[in-house]
């Protein structure tokens, strides 16, 4: 009799249990990782002229490093890893520092040019990184290191109004200037008569002749 009140007991319960929240607790479990990539030696890291985010450009996927975190997209997704190899969990959002990565850079790794000047990189184990990020941006080593290895070029570093211009710029309706602000904005003001309640002009003195009583009430006061 016992075990008959006991399971329905429990029936009851797991029917009146809301549903999302049981699967609510799959939702982490199930999101994939990356696989694995092999590495014969510890690979070398450059880092990207005009910033202080780390790749590694001798292998055949995006891998940074960045805030003392390594950082990899994947299928859509970012992932994070205190090491570059492995420990890879799933990241919410995109971040920040990607933005400020051109798409080819690793063209001119290859031609050892960016942006059309000599580029001059040098190649950082790996395992200096996650010791030395952190005095290095704090100290700018790599402007007073020969400029980023950069022959020639001056760089100007972005600052958050900057982006949040760019920003605005690229999303329509979100404060950026369309064209048709534009046009408005160049169109000389109209001009608009005073009203009642403003101090008088010169067009307003300029009365009719045969308008007597306004020139004796004014007159009176």
Known sequence: MKKIVVGSI???????????????????????????????????????PGTYVYALPDVPVDIFFYGGWWWRPWEGRWYRSRQYDSGWSAYHGVPAF????PTGWRNDYRARHWKGHPWDYRNIPPGQLPHNWKTWKRNKHWEKENNWGVRGMKFQPSSRKDHRKHVSQRRPGSGGHSPHAQFHRG???????????????????????????????????
């Open 98 to 101: 990607h933005s400020r990565i």
């Open 10 to 48: 429990l029936w009851m319960l797991a029917a009146v249990l809301p549903i999302p929240a049981m699967a609510g607790v799959d939702i982490h479990v199930s999101i994939p990782l990356p696989p694995p990539v092999v590495f014969s030696a510890p690979p070398a890291a450059v880092v990207i």
């Open 187 to 221: 169109q000389p003001h109209r001009q608009v008569s005073p009203g009642p309640h403003q101090q008088p002009g010169q067009k307003d003195r300029q009365k009719d002749p045969h308008d007597r009583g306004g020139d004796k009430r004014q007159a009176r006061r």
